[in-house]
Every structure is written in C-alpha cells, then in structure tokens.
C-alpha cells in the first residue's frame, strides 16, 4: 500500500538555525499538509498545499515557516530560526480531495520527524 | 464554535473486553468525522472514517464507530479487545475547510 515518507526521523537543531523536513507525499495526492504535535499535547494543523501554493495555514505558521514542493515528488517544511518551542512531532499528510466541496477524502500521514531543539 | 472532545485521556480494558471510546463535537455544519491509531513511535493510520453515507461505519482491525447527529458523537467500538490494540486513539473531524481538527487523544491500555 502507498504510504507517506519523512526524513530524517529525528533532527537536533541548535536553538537560532534552519530546519527543513522532508516528506514524500503519496504519489497520485494532490492534497498536502504539516502537522505538528507537542509533547502530550493534541496534534495540530499548520499548513496546507494545494496547486504550488498555500491553501490555508493556521496562526501557529507564523513568518519563521515556509512549505515548498521543490520537485514532482518532495514536500518540504522549512523553519528559519528555531525556537526551543518548536520542539515537535512533525507530521506530513496527503489526500486527494477533490475541490468543489469540503474533504469527505481521509489524509493519510508518515511517521513523523521529532525535532529536538537545543 | 466547532471542537472535538475525546472523553478519557487513559482507558484500561481486560483482553476480549469491550472497547469504548468517546468522540464528541460541535459543528454548525455537517462533519466529517474520522478515526485514527497511533502505535508507539509511528504516525497516525486511519482506522475508519464517516463522510455521509451509512452511520454505522466498520474500519480496520474490527473496529466500528457510529455517527449519532442527534447526540454529535461518532464513538469507536470494538467488541473484543486484543493486546495489539494497544495504543493512542485520536478522533478527528473536518467542519468544511481545509483541516483536521484533532482531539486530545485516548491511550488505550490492554490487561492480560
């Protein structure tokens, strides 16, 4: 069965640099998202892509983030400075909803990056 | 305002016990609702997913959620539970936007 893959599975930044998270989407998507989960907290919605651009991002992506599909196939999330709270579970998600109307289509998620903040 | 709310952070239930777990929202429009497990150090795999159709939904691993519009719950169920099933259980809802809306999760514990 087709699955999303991220890498790395686990990234240690220094507090102040860059991060980017790499993902895989499911190759016939046209959907795709970033998640995040903090440590015992709830999993939240950061962005998502449709069409080469954002389709709708939550107020936790601030400036700091960007999201690019550089390539036919990598998505990427990219954190300029690091803060020591975006310690997180990042999740990549794809779907292929339909537009025209609200998504009935699940998203389906990889694994996960763990980024650890120094 | 639309939310999701999973009753019970932590439920322990006997091996070939009846597994419960509760979802409820509020939504002022018509959700679509969906199950997801997460495995220690996995991602999250969807287990079953509501978009309309019958109430009663069957997913994977013998799991069953029914959506009740009159109580705004989709609870997961699971007749006989299996050691396997151990693990975190997220309810996850769509109000008509881009998102998922995620509750706060439900560990569920498996006894011997």
């Known amino acids: 069965e087709p699955e999303v893959t991220q890498t790395p599975s686990h990234q240690v930044t220094q507090m102040g640099q860059e991060v980017i998270l790499r993902c895989v989407p499911i190759?016939?998507?046209?959907?795709f998202y970033w998640y995040r989960q903090i440590l015992g907290q709830k999993v939240e919605f950061l962005v998502s892509?449709?069409?080469?651009?954002?389709?709708?991002k939550s107020e936790i992506f601030d400036d700091q983030f960007s999201v690019e599909r550089p390539d036919g196939s990598n998505f990427t999330l990219k954190i300029r400075s690091t803060k020591l709270e975006d310690s997180a579970m990042y999740f990549c998600?794809?779907?292929?909803?339909?537009?025209?109307?609200?998504?009935?289509?699940?998203?389906?998620f990889g694994d996960g990056t763990r980024l650890s903040i120094l | 305002a639309q939310s999701v709310t999973q009753l019970g952070s932590h439920v322990s239930v006997s091996e070939g016990a009846l597994v419960l777990l509760r979802c409820n929202y509020s939504?002022?429009?018509?959700?679509?609702l969906f199950w997801y497990v997460q495995y220690p150090n996995q991602g999250l795999q969807l287990l079953l997913k509501y978009t309309s159709a019958a109430t009663l939904v069957k997913g994977i691993n013998g799991f069953e959620a029914e959506f009740k519009k009159s109580e705004t719950s989709f609870h997961l169920t699971k007749p006989s539970a299996h050691m396997s099933d151990a693990a975190e259980y997220f309810c996850a809802v769509n109000f008509g936007n881009e998102k998922l809306t995620f509750g706060t999760g439900t560990r569920l514990t498996i006894i011997p």
């Open positions: 939504s002022s429009v018509p959700p679509y």
């Open positions: 998600a794809s779907s292929e909803r339909d537009r025209g109307f609200y998504s009935n289509q699940p998203q389906h």
């Open positions: 190759s016939n998507h046209l959907y």
């Open positions: 892509f449709y069409n080469n651009e954002i389709s709708e």
